[in-house]
């Protein structure tokens, strides 16, 4: 028992390292806009360096794609080197940052983190560089602003973008024009529905599970204006109607198909990433999805006749018809960045170059953020695609406010809606306030 | 002035501590740093970069936090059928090859090799046959006219699913009960039937008592691996709900409706997802305590075994 002293003083040595520092960064990289530089300067003033960069991309093309877009940034400015790291995700990026590895710029392919890394500083504020160079914003749809920054920090910007609409087999439409309110879709989908005598589904109109691919709650919100936050940044779930209504309505159609049945027939389909999706072999007459899934029909599904039109809105609200869910690639210059300025050159480059922009756009079909870029005639358009990009640039089009618990709060509504669907919450209305506590309280434990 | 005694032994000490010294640097270093730490942590807002003392917040949200409950369940649900499911499938298994004229060699083998498959695979392949539309295991069942039930998509039906899964995987049980079967005199058998005694009486007068040591040590780990439970829930529960791991794709943890939630699993959801980690630090501390509980009521339990045998 002697030893138990010297041991709990061994830890305790050990946990003074913790407090005193092991586990705070290391020493980090200058900051961004520390040292003001003359306005204007370009390719000489900046210093030579090797710049490592970030990113999710990860299929050849993809990555191919990337790679060319920053072969433009090259010839503005030879001395600078970038080695790109491909297939990074969000928890990488925190965990180097924290461990004072960070890369000079680093890019996501989702906004939940950038409530997180703007408020905690482990991306570093572009504000002052972006005044500095006189980078002007307003290029950028409002909604695209919004989700790159979080109270007031703009830490990161918007790469390319995101935009949910509706896909439809003309085939399997049999003439009918697609759908612009919720009750058209409802008895659109109805009309559609192919079923055995069992009621086995063979073909469905429309998918409306919430555990069904893209139709998860951020996507859905948009159908009805629902709002996610209050101003105070608490839940408005509960006291918002509109995601009653959206609700309802999905839960009338769930209970037409029969939730059993509907289950048994997702279960059923393909893998949402492969050949073998459901919108491609005529299973799924409608689909809410992402305007990436035209460059993947033109892979998959090259003899796929289709069609894309806005999200059908509630029947109450048409002025929200045209717009829909939007979110997408965030880029910045993490804490920590060895080479900041040039990073922050880097990411100026990516994010408000046209012809960057346009570059990655018709490799990758992702939606450009910048107004000039959506309007280049080098951007290749089709009908299909030029559907979302109407989608992003709709003024109500809307996306899934930044905050620090963003999946947390997303991962409750699922959980919610799927019970819901199932027919395992008795009364709507309490069940909704529930979702409310469970976000505002972890709100609480997240210092509000 | 130190007698020779005295010194001789301080030098024992001395001698002594640089021999304990390897493991005393391992207690200090993976146990008692991390423990210390975790208690430090669950006083604190910690989000992996900023820390800010918390008071007693973290330990008041656990009795806010709904999924606590839900996972505590799960998790003991998991201990008092799964880990009995297992130790006496096994045994019986043990029993029946140990019993075998011919073919225990092969019929060891089969019943060993599940175990040897990854336990990710095994999870992934058990739901894929398992599917209600598409698995063969339901289509084997409707050739009797039997409409087997959604196994992994029903809260029903998920955890009973866990626990084949687990029985399919229990050859490494399978072998140390072997060996312990192996290892009862087979004197004793002959003298006790010589008494009299029929099957069940050997089994619980002599195979029991001998066993005993190896039955307690089977619970106690098997015990500690239910609290452990995560690996086969969070695949079984990704796989079945159908959602991919794409950005922007949201899954709820413990599908279908948090009946596969384990204390362990939301532990981590808390840290690496959330990255709460002063919260988790609560969970993991929950977790800490009840192993702590369970063990020490297993090994008294274990002694007593001990010594009645």
Known sequence: MRFVPLAVSAALALTACTLSGCTANKEAGPSLGAQPRPSGSAAQPLPAATLELWHGFSTDAEVKAFEDAIKGFNQKFPQITVKAVKGVQDDQITHAIRGGNAPDVAASFTTDSVAQWCRSGSFQDLTPVIKQDGVDLSVLPEVARSYSSFEGRQCTLPLLADAYGLYYNKALMKGNAPPRTLSELTALAKKLTVRDADGTIKVAGFIPSAQYYENVPSHLAPLVGARWYNDDGTSAIGSDPAWKKLLTWQKELVDWYGYANLEKFRKSLGDEWSAKHPFYQGKVAMVLDGEWRNAMIGNEAKGLDYGTAPLPVADDRPDLYGSGFTAGTVIGVPKGAKHPQQAWELVKYLTTDTSSLVTLSNALRNVPTTRAAMDSPDLAKDANFTTFLNIFAHPKTSTIPASVNSVFNQEAMQTFMEKWEKGAVPDLDAGLKGVDKQIDDKLKLSGG | ?309
């Open chain 2, 1 to 309: 002035m130190a007698s020779l005694a005295d010194v001789w032994r301080r030098r024992e000490g001395l001698r002594a501590l640089v021999w304990l010294s390897p493991w005393l640097a391992g207690v200090a270093i993976f146990f008692v740093y991390p423990l210390l730490s975790t208690v430090y942590f669950s006083f604190h807002r910690y989000d992996m970069y900023t820390l800010e003392f918390a008071g007693l917040d973290n330990y008041r949200y656990l009795f806010q936090d709904p999924r606590v409950l839900t996972s505590a369940k799960n998790t003991l649900w998991l201990v008092i059928v799964l880990v009995p499911a297992t130790v006496l499938f096994s045994l019986a298994l043990a029993q029946l090859v140990v019993r075998l004229k011919a073919g225990a060699g092969l019929f060891r083998t089969i019943f060993y090799l599940p175990s040897l498959v990854p336990m990710a695979a095994g999870t992934i392949t058990f739901v894929f046959l398992m599917n209600p539309a598409t698995g063969p295991w339901n289509q084997f069942l409707a050739l009797f006219g039997i409409q087997g039930p959604d196994w992994f998509g029903d809260p029903a039906w998920s955890k009973p699913s866990l626990t084949l899964l687990s029985l399919w995987s229990c050859g490494q049980l399978v072998v140390i009960f072997l060996a312990a079967l192996l290892d009862v005199p087979k004197h004793l058998y002959e003298a006790a039937a010589i008494d009299g005694a029929g099957p069940w009486r050997q089994f619980r007068s002599v195979t029991l008592p001998t066993l005993a040591p190896v039955l307690m040590f089977a619970l106690v780990t098997n015990v500690i691996y239910a609290l452990q439970y995560f690996t086969q829930a969070m695949i079984a529960s990704r796989v079945a709900s159908g959602s991919t791991d794409s950005p922007g794709s949201s899954f709820s943890p413990g599908y279908p409706d948090e009946s596969l939630l384990t204390l362990p699993q939301w532990l981590f959801q808390v840290g690496f997802r959330d990255y709460s980690m002063g919260y988790a630090c609560v969970l993991a501390l929950l977790l800490f305590a009840t192993s702590m509980i369970f063990t020490l009521i297993l090994l008294r339990q274990f002694r007593r075994a001990e010594e009645a045998s």
